[in-house]
């Protein structure tokens, strides 16, 4: 019996394709609002949970695009909700969120808004306060999920906010849209030819690996293990995990390396230390670093949060396996409010 969970990984090509063919109503509004960057001294972004590592990846994904023209942090919707961080003035606010009703994202929100700065929202509820709150809000009413853990939320509103970003800055959006759509039907395939070969459900510790936006998404696929499969699963820069990290490597860790071009090489050597440790290490890149890798077309972080889909796969396998239910995690409910 196929979990909700299971199903709605499945359906991401397909709302990628949606998304697609709607983006030019979907973004209008915020891209109108965010046209000349520039003008803004912050573009930030802040959200809680899954959509704060959405945040994550946003953020640095613009930050490389703009090179430097635009600034552009990143929050957890607590930093902002209680003061921890004040935005400039002349910043903008945008928040994620699933359900558009996480109390601290739109707590964030009405704080900057009282600060004067402007706000907008990217989530999966154009009836939620999130989207009332804010100046400007993109809305994916289509992506509606059943199960606790997001999912295609997550890299829905990823893959909106990433086109949107590369339409700031003139991109060749609809090519870059068309592939991803490819990209993620392919991943999805390969990850699970690669899986039921590799079998990620009989490790016990999971350990995923990446710069920048990979970084993000690896963060994001720390959460989607632990939450899906109860089961210790962290993240670092890939290096960095030789400092440290890399003592509690065993025969029962997997390593998955998102790689990006700039590193590969170091990314390659960083495979080969945990592999001798006794670890195993899958790869996800443009060219192999290891031999069980899943190579996707591009290295250049625009593809980051499809490089989550494996590991999505990854937690509902191990979830499975330990006869858990992916769709309920224990101790979480859709929602946090309060
Ligand atoms: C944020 C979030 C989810 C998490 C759980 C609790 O939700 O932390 O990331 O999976 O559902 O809420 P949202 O603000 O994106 O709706």
């Given at each position: 019996m196929t979990t909700k969970t299971e199903k709605e990984i499945n359906e991401q090509p397909e709302k990628f394709g949606r998304i697609l063919k709607e983006y030019d109503v979907i973004s209008h509004d915020l891209l109108s609002f965010l046209k000349d960057a520039e003008k803004f001294s912050e573009i930030d972004f802040v959200g809680c949970g899954s959509s704060y590592y959405l945040?994550?990846?946003?953020?640095?994904?613009?930050?490389?695009?703009?090179?430097?023209?635009?600034?552009?942090?990143?929050?957890?919707?607590?930093e902002v909700a209680f003061d921890l961080r004040t935005l400039p003035?002349?910043?903008?606010?945008?928040?994620?969120?699933?359900?558009?009703?996480?109390?601290?994202?739109?707590?964030?929100?009405?704080?900057?808004?009282?600060?004067?700065?402007?706000?907008?929202?990217?989530?999966c509820n154009s009836k939620s306060e999130l989207a009332n709150i804010a100046d400007i809000s993109s809305n994916l009413d289509f992506v509606s999920e059943e199960s606790v853990v997001m999912t295609q939320s997550f890299t829905s509103m990823a893959f909106l906010g990433t086109s949107i970003i590369r339409d700031l800055f003139d991109r060749d959006l609809k090519d870059y849209m068309k592939s991803i759509q490819n990209i993620s039907s392919k991943i999805l395939e390969d990850s699970k030819i690669l899986f039921d070969k590799v079998k990620p459900?009989?490790?016990?510790?999971?350990?995923?690996?990446?710069?920048?936006?990979?970084?993000?998404?690896?963060?994001?696929?720390?959460?989607?293990?632990?939450?899906?499969?109860?089961?210790?699963?962290?993240?670092?820069?890939?290096?960095?995990?030789?400092?440290?990290?890399?003592?509690?490597?065993?025969?029962?860790?997997?390593?998955?390396i998102l790689s990006n071009d700039l590193m590969k090489l170091e990314e390659e050597k960083m495979a080969k230390e945990i592999e001798k440790l006794g670890?195993?290490?899958?790869?996800?890149?443009?060219?192999?670093?290891?031999?069980?890798?899943?190579?996707?077309?591009?290295?250049?972080?625009?593809?980051?949060?499809?490089r989550v889909i494996p590991?999505?796969?990854i937690g509902v396998r191990k979830s499975l396996k330990k006869g858990l239910s992916p769709d309920e995690p224990k101790n979480l409910t859709k929602v946090v409010k309060f």
């Open positions: 945040a994550m990846g946003l953020s640095s994904h613009l930050n490389r695009l703009s090179k430097g023209k635009v600034i552009s942090k990143y929050f957890s919707g607590s003035k002349d910043a903008v606010l945008i928040g994620i969120s699933r359900s558009g009703e996480s109390s601290e994202t739109v707590m964030a929100l009405r704080k900057a808004k009282e600060n004067g700065v402007k706000t907008c929202a990217i989530t459900e009989n490790y016990e510790h999971f350990v995923f690996l990446g710069y920048d936006e990979y970084f993000a998404s690896s963060m994001e696929g720390v959460i989607k293990v632990s939450e899906t499969s109860l089961t210790p699963a962290e993240a670092y820069q890939t290096l960095e995990y030789r400092h440290g990290p890399k003592s509690k490597v065993n025969n029962k860790t997997l390593a998955v670890g195993s290490v899958i790869g996800i890149s443009r060219s192999n670093i290891v031999v069980n890798s899943l190579i996707v077309p591009v290295g250049d972080f625009s593809d980051w949060f499809v590991l999505q796969i």
